[in-house]
Nanobody, 128 residues
Framework: QVQLVESGGGLVQAGGSLRLSCVASGRTFNTYAMGWFRQVPGKEREFVAAISWSGTSTYYSDSVKGRFTISRDKAKNTVYLQMNSMMPEDTAVYYC?????????????????????WGQGTQVTVSS
């Protein structure tokens, strides 16, 4: 069993930066791929970024590529999402997720149904 707790959300002006953190508990954390998704009311959960268990493979949605960076620190059981040059359309609840299947290629990494564990979410609001 893996439990995920996100933090770091908040209010930021357009052009600013935030760093989200997701701390995981559970012995198998380091074997799981980790992903970040986001959701706004009335819309489906949207893929943002993912990182393989080894950290050697990363994937990003086109909307955040070049602005966001995902990373993981295995010693701290933590995955990060550094968000720069933020825009009002980045406003959403951001969720951290973990799973084994997303280790195997981008098609799995971007698919929310391939993840087994989810955090409770953290609100990110970007003002214009």
């Amino acid at each position: 069993q893996v439990q995920l707790v996100e933090s770091g959300g908040g209010l930021v002006q357009a052009g600013g930066s935030l760093r989200l953190s997701c701390v995981a508990s559970g012995r198998t954390f380091n074997t799981y791929a980790m992903g970040w998704f986001r959701q706004v009311p009335g819309k489906e959960r949207e893929f943002v970024a993912a990182i393989s268990w080894s950290g050697t493979s990363t994937y990003y949605s086109d909307s955040v590529k070049g602005r966001f960076t995902i990373s993981r620190d295995k010693a701290k059981n933590t995955v990060y999402l550094q968000m720069n040059s933020m825009m009002p359309e980045d406003t959403a609840v951001y969720y951290c997720a973990a799973g084994d299947s997303p280790n195997y290629g981008m098609d799995n990494a971007v698919n929310s149904r391939k993840y087994d564990y989810w955090g409770q979410g953290t609100q990110v609001t970007v003002s214009s």
